[in-house]
């Protein structure tokens, strides 16, 4: 075999191995998968879905173990796999709460964008306004929090008139009062955000009267409104998923007495969120900056009471 047949079959058995991903067909849904989870707010909400689905199954696993244990089918009454999920989910919870740490970021944003872009209402503005305020309480005390339960900063800190020398007063930071606090601010933004969607639903029924009154409404305006309306029921089931968990972790005693009650709402938000930032990430259009979503809040709260 000559030198050139050599390289020629080397060459043919490099793009057989090495390149083989050519014969992959490119694909739209990996490409808006690597798109959406390239964002903060895209692995956050897929961390979630993660989370609250391993803190379902934790429970039915040690359920079925038992079942089985009762019917002699097994040794152990508890399962095996289940803790090792269950510290996996706690691990994602803690990495969800550090990366959190950057959250106040884009709350700055949409508050010096709001101002230059106001929302359509004044109602709507005033809304948002108090939103934005309500996550500037929530956002630190949450850090705190966090820094705290890690024994990461001291239990009291100076006072600003100790920092100027004035007093000796200091600051106690305690762990429970730092994260009912910070949800009660979490309960703030989500009460506004149901006065939001009823101000949403009242613009998006207006457009739906002119289109139906004009002529010739192209397909496009229909495609848009409807994934309006589509979008508007998403955000109004996660935010009900979330209120009675905010409720529940602004009282000292909660609302709830089984855990799993807790676990079922958070799964219900992690899959509206995530279902409403995969669609808002199909768009092609560049949008407004709106409103950050803080809805997958609830383990920071979660790990403070269980």
Known sequence: MSRASKLHTLA??????????SNVPSSETLNHLVRYLSTWSGSDKFFTLIQYTLKLIVPFLHWRAGLQHRAGIRKDVSSHAA??????????????MLGRFWGLLPILQWMISMERNPPPTRTLHTIERLQGWSMLGFYPLEHLYYL?????????IPSLSAMLGRSSKRISLNENKLILWSCRFWLLYIVLQFAHLREDRKLLLTRQRNLRKGKGVSAEDKEDLRKRWDSLGNELVA??????LALHWS????????????TILSLVNAIATFR???RATALTSVKAVESPDPSNTADTVEEAKY
């Open 276 to 278: 409403g930032g995969w």
């Open 239 to 244: 935010n009900a998923a979330n209120l009675p």
């Open 148 to 156: 705290r339960s890690h024994n990461l900063i001291p239990t009291s």
């Open 12 to 21: 043919r058995l490099n793009d057989i191995t090495l390149g083989s991903f």
């Open 83 to 96: 803790p090792p999920l269950a510290s996996f989910a706690s691990i994602v919870s803690d990495a969800r």
């Open 251 to 262: 009282l000292e005693s909660g609302i709830f007495t089984n855990d799993i009650w807790v």
